[in-house]
């Protein structure tokens, strides 16, 4: 749905296939609501048109005709997902308008949260830097946007960047990382690089990444880019 123009029509189309059959139809997005209390900037990407919040994701439901049964959030509250079913009330429950321009002001208030955590991002970069060589793991959407965004990959600006960018993903080993001149290894490759600090993508990911830094004989401290 967070790539479609017109999500409400996908979720109408989803309603008419089921609307005969009892069935219910399963949504999950990106948890917008998350985004914002943590300010996950890394996870804005081109591809997503929308980013739903609870309530903004029961209104697209009931605008398409579907009431919701349940909803939840998943993989460490990172995205939203609810079952919902057709209703025939043809009744939809607007927003409350304070709720309304509540999340109107937590979205203008990321702008602002955005732009300074990309300053903060840039500080430490620097000061880990300081201690020996960074690498980043993860080399997808969360990665790139952070390496376009706070390291000299792209803007050629001299500052701090990253000694390597780490993904366990086979087919991405050897790869360009979009926007800079860094290229996707293997973790193996940490054994020459002997990173002090890895910068991972997905606090989810933590304790794997420390597995496999310890399996590798890699002793660096591992930091989360948020949460």
Known sequence: LEHLHDPVAALDAQRSAVVSTDGLVYSEVPNGELMIGHTALW????????????????????????????????????????????????????????????????????????????????????????????????????????????????????????????DINPRKDGWGVPGTSLTITTPESLVDIRPATVLIANPVYAGEIERQLADLGVDATVKALWG
């Open 43 to 166: 996870d804005l990407i081109y591809e997503h048109v929308s980013y739903f919040t609870p309530a903004s994701l029961t209104l697209a439901h009931a605008r398409a005709g579907l009431s919701i049964d349940r909803m939840d959030a998943a993989f460490g509250e990172q995205f939203l997902w609810c079952e919902s079913r057709p209703t025939d009330d043809g009744l939809v429950t607007e927003p409350d308008p304070d709720a309304a321009a509540a999340g109107v002001q937590a979205a203008l208030d990321f702008g602002e949260a955005a732009r300074a955590a990309i300053v903060d991002a840039r500080t430490s970069l620097a000061e880990y830097c300081e201690l020996g060589p960074v690498v980043l793991w993860g080399a997808g959407s969360k990665g790139m946007t952070y390496l376009n965004l706070v390291t000299d990959g792209a803007r050629g600006s001299g500052e701090a960047s990253v000694a390597g960018v780490i």
